[in-house]
């Protein structure tokens, strides 16, 4: 199996790190491709990309992401999109902001939870009505409705305990 050959391209803002992050823009009808590494996108403001003609062009986080190619496998947020799963390890890092986000929707949170067994998940959802009612808890604190605290602080023992069979957690 022959081996395949990858260039590398510097990042066309500061020249030292490598240029992850592919833009192509439409310049006086050409085809223009500009490559920057994730510091200097962030240090120009949310992916502010420097462009041929001496200007800024502001882009959107999720702009910049979609047109974002990984270094070591070359796939696109598209890729990932229609494959439901990342080309290697390098992708976290490139996609980064997509993935935490998708993972927020799915979640809830920004980690990926996995499978659980039938038994973990009755404990994870438990584990994530107790967190919704601790929010509702501390916005009846902080409105001063005791009553309605009381109530949701009874509530979060209740589902606590039914996190415990016979001093065991399930």
């Not at 006086?28 to 800024?56: P, Q, R």
């Amino acid at each position: 199996m022959g081996k395949s050959w990858r260039i590398k391209m510097l990042c066309e803002i500061c020249g030292k790190e490598e240029g992850s992050i592919k833009y192509t823009k439409i310049i006086n009808g050409e085809k223009v491709e500009f490559y920057i590494c994730e510091k200097c996108a962030k240090k120009k403001g949310f992916y502010s990309l420097l462009s041929h003609s001496g200007e800024d062009t502001m882009l959107s986080e999720e702009q910049v992401i979609k047109e974002a190619v990984c270094p070591s496998c070359g796939w696109k947020l598209k890729d990932i999109e229609e494959k439901s799963k990342l080309g290697c390890p390098q992708c976290y890092n490139v996609f980064r902001p997509y993935i935490r986000d998708l993972l927020t929707k799915l979640h809830d949170e920004k980690k990926h939870i996995g499978k659980v067994p039938l038994l973990d998940k009755e404990k994870l959802e438990i584990r994530r009505k107790i967190r919704e009612v601790k929010k509702a808890l501390d916005d009846a604190i902080k409105k001063e409705q005791y009553e309605l605290a009381a109530e949701l602080r009874d509530k979060i023992k209740n589902l606590s305990l039914k996190m415990v069979k016979d001093g065991k957690e399930r």
